[in-house]
């Protein structure tokens, strides 16, 4: 049908050329959001990631400020550059959203989790495991004859690390908060 | 807050549902959709205590629900519903959805059962917000009458602000029958919510020096120019004249540009024009205002005008760079940014490259001849595009409205009835809502009582939402339901033949109703015609009598809607009539066939 020979018209202002070529790259990106506390509000980001196909690596949440009813939740988001972008400005829409903030581009931040390990085990296991604990700056928060549970907190590698090495001396039960962060900047 | 109360005494004790009632008149609400139930039956009771707001009883919700976005998109007020709980909130739902794809502004009230049952799988109890999460921009379970009041200020705050949508407000009876305080309007504590409508100059500055040395710049238009309010269109004429650059709309865009202006290349995308579509393909600087890079207007999204640079204004910042890469991104209001553009224009003397532009139109010229609408005629079968012609030319001069259904005949009468207007044009664009037309046209009639309604609908579409007929009977609204009767689910049978090996699955209309005794039934005129030579009769009858009908228009079973771009193929591969006869199978690759 094309009689008029249209050309594959490709300029130097082609919006193609704004494409990350590095696209198919996945990131790891740690989002903050502040909303009001109010019911559903939860339900309204999970809904978000879930309805519209992105990934939710870890999720925190809890009410920062009573008096004001704000929540802080962090959540942490795999993707490629295009889709965090894209996921930002869906939060950012939500109506009890305030402010989006990502922490791995925008400067310096701290982030830390915790977790809590219980490892059951006798004689050098038990030993080494509270040396190990040391090193790590785990502390024990509890005790029986044949068990530890200790308490960690630290950037999420720190505590992967930590559960890998209790792996071994009887690490029989975790469980781990997902990632608080905030930014380093004054505001 | 007490200091209020004190000012204003009069209101500060309320039942909750006196509460709903005042909080609608506050907002101005003069007219309200529903359907009753036990769960609403406190604030019917309110409704039937007064007589500033007239509700209007519909035979489904999902009807009230379709009705308040007809009423809301032809007058650019906000839609008002009232539905009871479980079975009325869920049949709400497809209207809630529909009107969140296509940024339709509705303040759907939903009873729930008292707070003390919630949780209990209670007689008609559904997790009504839970399930209008997803298609509502914001929802509300108020558990307390002393906080309905700020909830309903809030939430026409959210429906007409930032990009419009529709929210909901579920009120357990408890609540509605509870006394509490109610802050007025102009107490309400202020909104935090306010997306910005202004857009950053110096983007604007760019587009701007863009404009000046465009050589084949182009307008594309979409439904936020008809959300930003009349202004925005007579801005966007404005600039339109100014510039001398051609515009094509969205589906959803129709009449913000007049058609009958000299610079229309008529709506592009799937079924648009060749010239709007080959423009896309071909400009240098597309200016995207208020309209989302759907997919039935990309076509193949990795060779849309790939050689344009673009700006994308939308009060929608997720809708920037979510399908296509923009260079010039603007966030704000499309009525707004329009008058930025205009005003900076004009202030600095700005000329067009008008030598290259002028090559340009004659490109488009050339592109025009290829006369893309045109069709072979018939003067034994009422061919569909035919009937649609004759409708608008027999319409064209009354103060008139057009709602559509969902499928050939949409696309047939957003290529031939011609839109001079903003607010004048209903139809179902992002969700494609079959059953959409009817209750829709409900609505406009009811908004417009003296203007002429004109519903231009499919057979089976027509079906889905029928009952509305007695809505309409009972409260004496003169719409007009005009059925392209093919006897087909047309659009599925067009994919079918293309795309299945003309396998008509399921495609058929079997056992359609007698339309003429249809209409009887409902206690309206029915019409029914079957000859080309008759037509206009037909219509003129429609037109003439004071009262709903049903024109039963009998067309051509197989035809087709061209031109079309095949799912997942770029604009410059429109198909026409022609290449569907020499060509029947190898029209749609695999890639494409996946998608819808
Ligand atoms: C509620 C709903 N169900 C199914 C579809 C899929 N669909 C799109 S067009 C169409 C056929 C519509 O037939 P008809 O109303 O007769 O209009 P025509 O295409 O023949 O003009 C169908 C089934 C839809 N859009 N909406």
Redesign the interface.
């Known amino acids: 049908m094309n009689s008029l020979k249209l050309k594959d018209g490709v300029s130097r202002k082609s919006a193609y050329d704004l494409r990350n070529p590095t696209e198919d790259i996945h990131e790891v990106h740690t989002l903050t959001v502040l909303v009001d506390n109010e019911a559903g509000v939860l339900a309204r980001v999970i809904g978000l990631f879930s309805g519209r196909g992105y990934n939710i690596e870890s999720l925190t949440v809890s009410e920062i400020d009573h008096q004001g009813k704000l929540s802080r939740i962090t959540v942490m988001t795999k993707g490629k550059p295009s889709v965090i972008e894209q996921i930002k400005a869906q939060l950012e829409r939500l109506v009890p959203v305030y402010e989006v903030h990502d922490l791995t581009t925008e400067g310096p931040s701290v982030q830390r989790e915790l977790a809590l390990l219980k490892v059951k085990g006798e004689g050098n296991h038990r030993v080494e495991a509270l040396r190990l604990g040391d090193i790590f700056r785990a502390r024990v928060v509890d005790t029986t004859l044949d068990s530890f549970i200790f308490e960690i907190t630290g950037p999420t590698d720190k505590i992967d690390k930590f559960a890998s090495l209790m792996e071994p001396l009887g690490l029989v039960e975790i469980a781990r908060t997902g990632v608080v962060g905030i930014s380093r900047e004054e505001h | 807050m007490d200091q209020l109360k004190n000012i204003n005494t009069k209101y500060s004790r309320l039942t909750g549902s006196q509460i709903v009632v005042q909080a609608l008149k506050d907002h101005g609400v003069d007219t309200v959709f529903g359907y009753p139930g036990g769960a609403v039956l406190p604030i019917y009771d309110e409704i039937f205590q007064q007589n500033e707001i007239r509700h209007f009883l519909v035979r489904h919700e999902q009807g009230a629900v379709h009705a308040a976005e007809g009423y809301a998109r032809s007058t650019g007020k906000p839609g008002v519903v009232l539905v009871t709980s479980g079975p009325g909130a869920t049949n709400s739902v497809t209207g809630l959805t529909d009107a969140i794809m296509d940024s339709i502004p509705l303040v759907v009230i939903s009873g729930q059962v008292p707070t003390f049952m919630i949780g209990n799988d209670a007689f008609q109890e559904a997790d009504t ?2 399930i209008t ?2 298609c509502t ?3 509300w ?1 108020v558990k307390e009458t002393d906080a309905l009041g700020q909830v309903f200020h809030e939430a026409f705050h ?1 429906a007409m602000h930032g ?1 419009p949508g529709p929210v909901l407000i579920d009120i357990p009876k408890d609540v509605q029958f509870a006394t509490g305080s109610y802050v007025p309007l102009k107490f309400a504590t202020e909104s ?2 306010n997306p910005r409508t202004e857009g950053d100059m110096e983007e604007i500055a760019f587009l701007v020096s863009l404009m000046e040395s465009a050589e084949r710049p182009i307008f594309y238009t979409g439904g936020g120019v008809i959300n930003s309010g009349t202004k925005a269109s007579q801005t966007l004429l404005e600039l339109v004249d100014e510039t001398g650059f051609p515009v094509t709309s969205t589906l959803m865009g129709l009449g913000a540009y007049p058609a009958s202006g000299k610079n229309w290349l008529g709506m592009l995308g799937m079924h648009g024009t060749y010239e709007a579509n ?1 423009a896309m ?2 400009c ?1 600087l597309m200016i995207n205002v208020g309209a989302r890079f759907d997919d039935r207007i990309t076509g193949r999204v ?1 060779d849309f ?6 700006a994308h204004i939308d009060i ?3 809708s ?3 399908v ?4 010039i991104p603007i966030v704000g209001d499309a009525g707004i940014v329009l008058k930025q553009i205009l005003d900076l224009w004009r202030s600095k003397g700005k000329k067009t490259n008008a030598h290259e532009v002028d090559k340009w139109w004659r490109k488009i010229e050339h ?1 025009k001849t290829k006369d893309c609408l045109c069709y072979e005629n018939s003067d034994t079968k009422i061919k569909p595009q035919y009937a649609i012609q004759r409708l608008e030319e027999l319409t064209r001069g009354y103060d008139r409205f057009i709602i559509t259904d969902v499928g050939q005949h949409q696309m047939w009468a957003a290529q031939f009835m011609k839109m001079e207007e903003p607010n004048r044009w209903m139809t179902s664009g992002g969700l494609g809502t079959m059953g959409y037309g009817l209750p829709a046209s409900v609505g406009v009639q009811v908004a417009h009582p003296d203007s002429l309604v004109i519903n231009v609908s499919g057979d089976a579409g027509w079906l889905m939402n029928m009952q509305e007929m007695g809505t309409a009977v009972q409260y004496r609204l003169p719409i007009k339901q005009f059925i392209v009767n093919n006897k087909r689910l047309g659009m599925v049978r067009q994919w079918q033949q293309i795309l299945h090996g003309e396998r008509y699955s399921h495609s058929w209309s079997e056992a359609l109703p007698d339309f003429v005794k249809l209409a009887e039934a409902f206690g309206c005129k029915g019409i029914v015609v079957t000859n080309p030579s008759d037509i206009d009769a037909a219509i003129q009858e429609m037109i003439a009598f004071d009262g709903p009908v049903i024109v039963d228009c009998q067309v051509v079973e197989h035809e087709n809607c061209f031109p079309m771009i095949p799912s997942g193929e770029p604009h ?5 009539e ?2 569907i006869q020499a060509n029947e199978e190898q029209l749609v690759g695999k890639a494409g066939s996946v998608l819808v």
């Open positions: 917000v839970g999460r997803p921009k914001h929802n379970l959210v990009r935090k919510y080959i393909y071909e240098d990795s005008s790939p050689g344009s640079t673009k929608d910042r997720s920037i760079n979510k296509i890469p923009t260079e592109w410059n591969k429109m198909i026409f022609e290449d």
